[in-house]
């Protein structure tokens, strides 16, 4: 008898456990290494169109972990780094980089402190990729003018 309440309990537990499971579980959108060579080749093609004297783009996921990063000729040797951290900090404060230059530089009322925060590009350059109202990356421009 014991055998069987302790069966009856665990199959009870395990339908209980898989019903919240379920419920926990959301359909989320992902940028995919295609997608990024998709993002990064826009923003190449623009860049060419303006005439820019150069580009870093780096594309990241919604971690803001780098997916895919090209430098095109005659672009400075720090801008990777500097897209990078624009795509990052775009991702990280679910917002496009130039609200946070904007806001740093606003009439002597800036918010220079927020300069001083890790992981933390306030430029110009980086805007967060979304798709149904999903942030799933974000692209950093550097050195494009």
Known sequence: ????????????????????????????KVLTL?????????????????NAPGAVIAVVDDGGNLMALERLDGTFSAGANVSIGKA????????PTRFFEELINSNGKGRTVMAALNDFT????????????????????????
């Open 1 to 28: 008898m014991k055998t069987q309440t302790a069966s009856s309990l665990s199959l009870l537990l395990a339908v209980l456990c898989a019903g919240a499971a379920k419920a926990q579980i959301a359909d989320q």
């Open 34 to 50: 295609e997608g990024a060579k998709r993002v990064i080749a826009a923003a190449e093609a623009q860049a060419k169109q303006l």
């Open 122 to 145: 306030p430029l110009i350059g980086g805007i967060p990729i979304i798709v149904d109202d999903q942030i799933i990356g974000g692209v950093g421009v550097s050195g494009a003018a």
């Open 88 to 95: 990052r900090t775009a991702v990280m404060f679910k917002k």
